[in-house]
């Protein structure tokens, strides 16, 4: 399978959006209900790839990526996590994909990258595929006639 491009501008994806809340309620409720499963597959991807992760703070993300409910897959990573109190998540995912040279860190630099990344690689092939037929499902019922109920 050919390599995708995950990277999209803001400007495109904004028209893109614009376009998408154009569809009428059911059409939009079944792109929505595609892009969460399909943010669900994206977020349990990254959530293995904290589980696995040497870091000992990724653990305590295992279960931060989370699925967006929107009609384009969107997921949210780390939420309000917070170490120890004092420190933001940020700053410990941070460490966990990048390595830090501070004690109640002490993390190696992860050898592939980040976290992350590697699940969003890998899954967004399937996840691409999956969401633009059901786009195209949608378009398909419209130019019917049928509405956009698919």
Known sequence: MPAVNAHVDRASLERVQAQ??????????????????????????????????GAPQAHRFA????????????????????????VNGMAVLNAVNYGSRLKRFHTAPNSSGTVVEPAVRRLTPAAFKKWSATVDRLVHAFNRGGGTSG
């Not at 309620?25 to 399909?38: D, F, G, K, Y």
């Not at 989370?66 to 997921?75: A, G, H, N, Q, Y």
């Open 20 to 53: 998408l809340r154009q569809l009428d309620r059911s059409a939009s409720s079944a792109l929505r209900v595609t892009s969460t499963s399909i943010a669900g597959d994206v977020a349990d991807g990254i959530n293995r790839g904290f589980l696995m992760a």
């Open 63 to 86: 279960s931060s990526a989370r699925p967006k409910p929107d009609r384009i897959p969107t997921v949210r990573v780390g939420g309000r996590k917070r170490e120890g109190g004092f």
